[in-house]
Antibody, heavy 118, light 111 residues
Framework: QVQLVQSGADVKKPGASVKVSCTAS????????IHWVRQAPGQGLEWVGWINPYGGATYSAQRFQDRVTMTRDSSISTAYLELSSLKSDDTAVYYC???????????WGQGTLVTVSS | QSALTQPASVSGSPGQSITISCTGTSSDVGSYNLVSWYQQHPGKGPKLMIFEVSKRPSGVSDRFSGSKSGNTASLTISGLQPEDEGDYYC???????????FGTGTRVTVL
């Protein structure tokens, strides 16, 4: 069965960077895009960006474009999200999700809580 | 790109039907039949309930149905059950530069 397993919670200081991993299983990793979505405490969902594991192409929401780096290691079916210059309002649960056969997300990871605090 | 507008909360008694609206614009909901709906229980990741306006993934109960008219999409839950409690988010494609725009979220309470 399809599973996306994310790395554990992390605490960072303002200005630092964080890297979240998402390991896929149960399907061919390079066949489906991975999206990243975040959810601030008590708030709604916000799309961050996507990566195409086949060639590595990425695209992110305009507000993150200068701070986000998405990469993948296809040999271990893992996608990564790195966010730099962290601010307190980057505190959120970050989810990876597999894009289905069209513009929707059919499987989601369990989420990774990133806390930014001095 | 602004978030899609959903009611903050909707409630119903077991067995009843409820409908959650999701209002966007002609740039997102109105332009694409690419509305999806997600259920989220506390502390859990979202779960896909409806995709492409009205299609159900395998394993999702047929009590869940979706529709769209103009710039507004809707999710209907019929025969409401206690396990349907949670938060529901709509989502629409809004073009290649804005693949996903989410709704504000609706808390469903089973009375």
């Amino acid at each position: 069965q399809v599973q996306l397993v994310q790395s554990g919670a992390d605490v960072k200081k303002p200005g630092a960077s964080v890297k979240v991993s998402c390991t896929a299983s149960g399907y061919t990793f390079t066949d489906y895009y991975i999206h990243w979505v975040r959810q601030a405490p008590g708030q709604g969902l916000e799309w961050v960006g996507w990566i195409n594991p086949y060639g590595g192409a990425t695209y992110s929401a305009q507000r993150f474009q200068d701070r986000v780096t998405m990469t993948r290691d296809s040999s271990i079916s893992t996608a990564y999200l790195e966010l730099s210059s962290l601010k307190s309002d980057d505190t959120a649960v970050y989810y990876c999700a597999r894009r289905g056969n069209n513009w929707y997300a059919d499987y989601w990871g369990q989420g990774t809580l990133v806390t930014v605090s001095s | 790109q602004s978030a899609l507008t959903q009611p903050a909360s909707v409630s119903g008694s077991p067995g009843q039907s409820i409908t959650i609206s999701c209002t966007g614009t002609s740039s997102d909901v109105g332009s694409y039949n690419l509305v999806s709906w997600y259920q989220q229980h506390p502390g859990k990741g979202p779960k896909l309930m409806i995709f492409e306006v009205s299609k159900r993934p395998s394993g999702v109960s047929d009590r869940f149905s979706g529709s769209k008219s103009g710039n507004t999409a809707s999710l209907t839950i019929s025969g409401l059950q206690p396990e349907d409690e949670g938060d529901y988010y709509c989502c629409s494609h809004a073009g290649n530069f804005i693949p996903f725009v989410f709704g504000t979220g609706t808390r469903v309470t089973v009375l």
